[in-house]
Structures are given as C-alpha cells and as structure tokens.
C-alpha cells in the first residue's frame, strides 16, 4: 500500500487503516460469491445429475454411412425392448438426417448424433437441448419433453454458406400415441410409415 | 386581399405531405423490384463480412491497440527511450502484411470460415497465414516488452516496477502464452490441411486448442482498458488511485486464471470430459475476482476524486464528480457495460446454466457488451 501514496496525499495512518479494511472487506465478500456459486454447481451437478453432455466417445467418419451405429436405416427415434428411447442423426451440410423427428412426451430421450463433413450443432426450439456435433465424435444427452407440440430445431454452429437454411422439425407426441407408433422396433421419423 | 390564404395552403400541405409519403413507398417499391438489393441478402456475402468483421475485431484492432499503448507505456512509465524501435517497426509491418493479406484473402470469398476458423472448415493457406504473421508481429512486441523491463531494472535495482509497466508486460506475457493454442491449430493442423498435405483433421482437437486462444485473448484484449482504468483514469479525473497493490494483484490475477478456463465454451462438445469441464467452470469463476476487484478499487478511486471537489454523503458524492469530463463519461458506461457484461458472463461459465444459453444470441450479446461497451471505449480513450 505504501507505493500507492503518491506526493498528493501525505501518509494518514489512520485512514490508511480504514481503506485497508475496506478493501480485505471486498476481498472476503469476492471470494465468498465465488465460492457460492462454485458450491452451487457442484451441487446441482452432484444431487440433480445437472451437467453438460460429457461421455467421450469416437465414431470412425470414413465408415460413418457404412457401417454401424450410423447407417441411414438406423437413423431415426427407435424405442428399445428395455423401453428406453433413443434418437440416432447425422448433421451434414446442409440438413440434419432424419430432416424431422418424432419423440414422446413426458419420456426420457437419449439423442446420439453426429457429424459427417463440418462441425454442426443444434438447438430444440425453448427446451434446454443444446449440443454440439463434431465429425468423428458422438455426442450423447438425455432429456424430457414436457409438451407434446412441434418444435423447431436450427443448427447452431456455422458450418458454411448454406448454414442458415439448415433447419429440422421435432414433433413431440403425446406419450400413448408415440407408444402407439413405436411398436415393432422400427425406426421413426415424420415420414408416415 | 387573399382572404382564403389558409384555406388554400391547408390544402396544399396536406397535398404534399400526402406527395412525400408516396414518394418514399414509391422509391422503396422500385428498390425492392430492382436488382439492387439482391447482393446485400447474400448469404455468402454475409459469411464474408462476419469473417472480416471478427477477424478485424478480434485479432487486428486490440493487437496494434496493445502493442501501440505498450509502447507508449515503455517510454513514459519508464522514462526512458525504447529499446528496438527498428525491431518494433519490423512488428508492425508484418501485423500490417498479415491484414493485407488475410483481407485480400477475405475479400475475394477464399475464406468465409469465421474469425473461430473451425476445421473441418478450410480456408485459403493465405487467410491462415495472414492471421499468423499478425501474431508472430506481436510476438516481436512482447519480446521487446520483456527486453524493455529488463533493462529498466538493471539501471534501478530493487525500485518496484510502475503500475501501468507492469500491467503491460503482464498482458504480454499473458497473450505470448495464449497465443500459443491458436497458433499449433493453425501451424499444425490447419496449414497442412489447407495446403493439401492431409486429408483428415480432428475437429475435437482443432476446437480444443481454439479454446485455449479463444477465452484468454479477451484478457489480453482486456489488458490496455484496466492499465487505463488503474493509471490513467483516477488521474484524470483529479482523484488518486485507492490501491496500487491491488492493480497489481489483478493484472497477476488475469495472468494466472485466463489460461485453464477456454474449455468453458466446449460445455456442449462431445471431445471434452465431464472432470475438464467442471475444472475450467471453477477456474472461469475465478477468473472474474481481479474484475471483482477493480470494480472496487475503482470506484473507490472515483469516489476519493469526488469527495477531493466536496461530494458529500453515501451516495451523494456522485453528483460532486467531473461530469464534463469525457474519461468520466467513458469510465462509467465502460463500467455499466461491463457490468451486463460480467453478470451474463457468470451464466456463461456454469457449468448447467450454459446449456440454455450456448451457441445463441445471448452469447453474442455478452461478448459485445464486454468488447465493445467496456473495452474498445477505453481503447478511443487511451489513444
């Protein structure tokens, strides 16, 4: 503090003590909001499972269309024999595949998505779906629909000239008649089958 | 006489106004019908300028901001003549080759990718290679910054070095070390691609080493508003700086916190683990105690410049203060600024609420408040 004392202000040892105080004052408060808010993302992490889609997982792009997971006949929402229901796409530019998919209602959906040529991303209308999709890597999250209604899903991440049109639909069905549409294990999108 | 002279002009007034209105409907309808405005809703035009727009923003303009205050700082902190001027001009012209080439480049739609440059995304070679000598023009300035500092010391052993010297060489180190990340993207996996050496890039990485650029840059671009905040402000407006030491520890802060933070933009990125995530979550949080900080001690500064004209009270002294005087209008929208700024940046960085928020407006909204509202007024400022 002593160099802080420029010619103009001669040394006042009892103000000097009041602005010292003043200051680890702030100091204290500074780190106890830090502290708080670091607290609260450990505990909404840790008691409501709350975190970002983080499961490290490769894909080999130059078999992406060929074989496995990514195949175009497994794209789409299946509903699995476990009953959980799961929603395979491809972002490419400038489309998503499916171009337009169905979810229930009021169901956990866990997305796998991936990208085929440049980084994409999405969005799902006002819910909290936000996930980046990278060429080689799969990203993985899970999440509810809490209305049934259709929902706009852009893509997020500029990935060329044509990004702005890249555009799907989501279309959430109440939980009875996607259950309904589910049955057999087929892969789902709007396409009426 | 003419007795019906407001008769006659009531209805001429109304005439013409009724005129001008379709006049302006009739010039806008041949403007939407011609060709002329086609070019404007061109999105590749669009993606063009956006490019230009952040490549200028983000690494021309703060970098010769950075270095041209440095070295300003050098000869009138220091009080001594610079050390490398020929070396400095050499800085300057590869900062100004590398715009000139970049923006050639640009301009002729080689290089729509975005100041971020995300692979798999590929460029021209000489977009790269004009953003490279941008930086390695300022890496000339930061050797010179440590060369400049060295040499003061050896002539004034145990003095401790000024505050705004040693904001400045904290910012060049500060931007020597983050440059770094960018610079192995583009040197190592870009450059080959772009040039045709390989034919696969991986895209997580390429995003992962942005990241470690793309946070701390704004330190560094942040760096010349609080030298100015901490030295040249309380000055200006005929106050005293409240706390030397904690300029000090701010620009230490900045120094040491910017570096493990970049990866709270790849919150959504499926390369990246949980534990890195949740790490620079807590770092980023950190990050914002040095602006904590200088919040205070700056306005205390203000306020002891008011209290020195004869403010009064707990609130009271605001009205005392220099008004007139443009660093006091600049200081306070740079603060409310950064204030929105600050408060969105804390959604930002956590770790949940980041998920409602990444790759939208908002994020927009945030760095634009803090780069154009807090910082780049300082920077017209300091100048």
Redesign the interface.
Known sequence: MSAASPSSAPPDHASEAVSVAAERRWAYIVMAIIAVLILMMVFTGLHWASMPPSRVETVDIKTLHIKGEFVESNLGTALGSDGKVTVRLIAQQYSFVPQCIVVPADMPVTFRGTASDAIHGFIIGRTNVNTMLIPGFVATFTTIFPRAGEQLMPCHEYCGTGHEAMWARVQVLPTAEFLSKARGGERLSCVPS | MFQAKRLVLAHFWVAFIAFLGALVLGAWQMYVRSPLSTWVNN??HY?RS?TAHGTVMAYVLPTLIAMGFGYAITELALKRPLLGVKWAWGGFWLVIAGTAIAAVTMGMGKA?V?YTF?P??IASPFYYLGVVLVVVGSWVWVALMAINLRAWKKENPGA?VPLAMFGNVAGAYLWAWTSVGAAVEVLVLILPASLGLTD?I???LA?VLFSWTLHAIVYFWLMPTYIVFYTIVPRAIGG???????GRVAFVLFLVFSMPIGIHH?????????GF??VH??MT??V??PT??TV??IV?SVEIAAKLRGGKGLFGWVKALPWDNPMMLAVTFSFIMLGFGGAGG?INM???L???I???QWVTGHFHLIFAGAIVLMYFMLA
């Open positions: 999105p590749e993606y956006v729509s975005l995300y798999p995304m401790s696969t991986n895209a997580g995003r005293r700086l409240y706390s030397d030491t904690m790849l919150f959504a990125d499926p390369q990246v683990g949980a995530k949740f979550a807590a949080a950190m914002s105690v904590l900080l205070f001690t205390a804390i956590s770790y949940q980041n998920e409602t990444h790759n939208t």
